[in-house]
């Protein structure tokens, strides 16, 4: 049978995420030549903090809806497989034009595209995640028992509103992109708050 055990691809998964999002803070960098005057320094650093904390905010819903959407499966078959390994090739592009939108946010003349840039990556995570739960929704026999395809779109659903709000801030971002990197920080923020837990799923059945 086209089966493959969970363990190991949240194992792959979460590694993934958690070198994507530790890999975030290394774009914050205060210059030498600022630490004459240091706390000025650090406040100067502003577009890297927002850039930073939209990023972890993006990257820590996702991973929380991974992981829920990952407990109620018994299996994965090859296309959900491939598709993980999308979502995360996306995930771990995300510090790239996070460091960009930092640089360049400041930049009158590069702000803009910095922004649509970035806007257009979360915009792909989020359908990539999308495409996955379609996928598992397919083959209701990955699932654990008791847990039924609706349960698996219900959770998705509850944060892909936010893809909506990508695709609405990344227009945004061609005439306000300062506008537009505080509302991808609001929707990451909102992408947390909405995930869910288990709510009583069944865990993975024991071995033997």
Do not use: C, K
Request: no cysteine; net charge neutral.
């Amino acid at each position: 049978m086209n089966r493959w055990d969970t363990g190991r691809i949240d194992a792959f998964s979460d590694g993934v995420f958690a070198i994507a999002i530790t890999l975030l803070v290394l774009d914050i960098d205060v210059p030498a030549s600022a630490y004459d005057h240091l706390f000025r320094g650090f406040a100067d650093q502003w577009p890297a903090y927002l850039a930073f904390a939209t990023s972890f905010m993006t990257i820590g819903g996702i991973w929380m809806l991974h992981h829920a959407v990952f407990r109620r499966l018994r299996y994965a078959n090859t296309a959900v497989m491939r598709i993980n390994l999308v979502l995360l090739m996306t995930v771990s592009f995300l510090p790239f034009p996070t460091r960009v939108v930092a640089e360049a946010i400041e930049s009158s003349s590069a702000e803009r595209a910095a922004v649509v840039i970035y806007g257009a990556s979360v915009l792909v995570i989020s359908t990539v995640f999308g495409i996955l739960s379609y996928a598992i929704a397919r083959d209701p026999d990955l699932l654990q028992p008791g847990v039924s395809a609706q349960e698996v779109r219900t959770l998705v659903r509850a944060v892909q509103p936010n893809a909506g709000f990508y695709v609405g801030f990344t227009f945004i971002a061609g005439v306000a992109p300062r506008i537009a990197a505080f509302g991808f920080l609001a929707s990451s923020i909102v992408a947390v708050l909405r995930a869910r837990g288990d709510s009583g799923a069944p865990g993975p059945e024991p071995a033997g």
